[in-house]
């Protein structure tokens, strides 16, 4: 079976691939297609885009958004990472991350860990700086115990050195890819909520554009896969799938087979493209 992976990062976000790498990798795991849909930017692309292949490499993103006041993940894929409103507005909430990293250091250097940029830019692969990194540092620097203590004690939701991120709703985003000649899909769609919740969400998303949703990804059992399925059957949502491959990020994850199981069938790919603008 011919197989593809929908959902990769590269070093222009939090992956350890530059885009290069990510494409040369595709080819040596046989994948027919897979796409860049690196965090909040479309600016690996063009590299990933630039070496002759056999590979189809498909222009991705993956936008965090807001549902209810939870993190949701939109993936877009086809999009044009040359679209000047959707660069524009993602490079707005890049630059909003970067200012909300220095109010997280603020928070932490007022209650006497002592933590700068600099520490944090060391466990920093790719171009993205998140609360992982500054984690990171919190370990290294031995403040905390591990990973987990640093969200526990200071950068978990609505801990002390917490500050809220500003993100696009998921009206915007969807409206974004669509606009840019997308086809949004729901990344990774097992949020901590309710059965009932959940496909109600799904729902509301469908009516704002979304398209499809990852069926197939890393995590996933074949219960998980089946129970996506018939709900995405129930809404009129077609399939995704992908890996989420991070490289070294996520050591256990690979592209085209997530950990071990994974394989995402090349068909779901024809309608996907069917899907493309309007
Ligand atoms: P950010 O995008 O800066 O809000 O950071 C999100 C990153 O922090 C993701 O990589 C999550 O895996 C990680 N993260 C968020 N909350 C927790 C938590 N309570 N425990 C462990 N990791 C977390
Ligand atoms: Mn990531
Ligand atoms: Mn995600
Ligand atoms: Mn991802």
Known sequence: MDTIDLHTHSTFSDGTFTPLQLVKYAEEKGLKAFAITDHDTTEGIKEAKSIETNVEVISGVEISTRYDKKEIHIVGLYVNENDADLNKQLKYYREKRVTRNFEILEKLNSLG???TIDDVKESCTGDVISRAHIAKALVSKGFVGSYTEAFDRYLGDNKCAYVPRETLN???SMELITKAGG?????????????TNLENMMVKLRQKGLKAVEVYYSTHSNS???H????ANRVGLIYSGGSDFHGATKPKIDMGTGMGKLAVPYEILEKIRGERNG
Request: net charge negative; aromatic share 8%.
């Open 113 to 115: 860990v002592d933590i």
């Open 224 to 226: 998980d896969t089946q």
């Open 170 to 172: 998921y009206e915007e």
């Open 183 to 195: 086809v949004p899909v729901l990344a990774h769609p097992l949020y901590k909520m309710s059965d």
């Open 228 to 231: 996506v399925m018939a709900m």
